[in-house]
């Protein structure tokens, strides 16, 4: 029985002080993996590289883009339309413009063009169009959802 104050005051001291549960409300984690779904939704170019060889480095390409090309929005329907806005900054001619575009596996098609998705994350994403300009060269764009 001599123990007993000592049980007791370790049983306070411990449900005082011990952990409590967390009693915010966990955010629901979005699945961000590459699918059509995911990938639906409208964006902006954010960045463009491009690298001369496979082995090259990639250069920041970004400032010689066109600047009425770089505020456009590309947005992709969940019906697989890819409709193309010219915004911002008028370009001559005007870009607006609609097509049609899929994704399989990490290949988007727009159109007639392809690219590989190198990168999402739901917020944004990157692509790697290869032979640009001369065989063996790629552009690389990265675009941030709106």
């Known amino acids: 029985m001599k123990l007993l104050p000592y049980f007791v005051v370790v049983l306070i001291a411990t449900s005082l002080f011990s952990c409590k549960k967390d009693s915010t409300k966990k955010e629901d984690t979005k699945d961000c993996s590459l699918t059509e779904a995911n990938l639906a939704g409208t964006y902006k170019i954010g960045t463009v590289k491009y690298k001369a060889t496979a082995s090259a480095p990639a250069i920041d390409a970004t400032s010689m883009t066109d600047a009425c090309s770089l505020d456009d929005l590309e947005t992709f329907k969940s019906d697989h339309t890819l409709v193309y806005t010219d915004a911002g900054v008028k370009c001559d001619p005007a870009?607006?413009?609609?097509?049609?575009?899929?994704?399989?596996?990490?290949?988007?098609?727009?159109?007639?063009d392809s690219a590989t998705v190198t990168a999402f994350d739901c917020t944004q994403f990157t692509i790697s169009q290869p032979d640009f300009m001369v065989d063996g060269d790629s552009l690389i764009v990265t675009f941030q959802k709106q």
């Open 95 to 112: 870009g607006d413009g609609t097509t049609t575009w899929s994704l399989n596996g990490k290949s988007l098609k727009a159109g007639s």
